[in-house]
């Protein structure tokens, strides 16, 4: 299995970018975009969960991003999407999508956000 997740760069404060993370390998035939996340890692901190689907479809997210970014899939192309909004310096972070197959949590290598002017 194989997280292949893309879309970050150098962004100014207040600005957008739209991260993809796309799952190949030996994954099941169902619709497994249901079961990829987001999570990011500043430098120093601990990594930490920001989005993730319900089991409906329905998305959530940590407190921090909530009304700034949005989680959306194309199942067909077992892809993710992370749109980011009106980015802040303390958004900066490696971000990665993992996939849970059980009992495995895969992770991609991530993708770095640098917001900064």
């Known amino acids: 299995v194989q997280l292949q997740a893309s879309g970050g760069g150098l962004v100014q404060p207040g600005g957008s970018l739209r991260l993809s993370c796309t799952a190949s390998?030996?994954?099941?035939?169902?619709?497994?975009?249901?079961?990829i996340a987001w999570y990011r890692q500043a430098p120093g901190k601990q990594r930490e969960w920001v989005a993730s689907?319900?089991?409906?479809?329905?998305?959530r997210q940590v407190d921090a991003v909530k009304g700034r970014f949005t989680m959306s899939r194309d199942i067909g192309k077992k892809t993710v999407f992370l749109q980011m909004n009106s980015l802040k310096p303390e958004d900066t972070a490696a971000y990665y999508c993992t996939l849970r197959i059980w009992p495995t949590d895969y992770w991609g290598r991530g993708t770095q956000v640098t917001v900064s002017s």
């Open positions: 390998g030996m994954i099941p035939s169902r619709d497994v975009t249901i079961d």
């Open positions: 689907f319900r089991p409906d479809g329905s998305t």
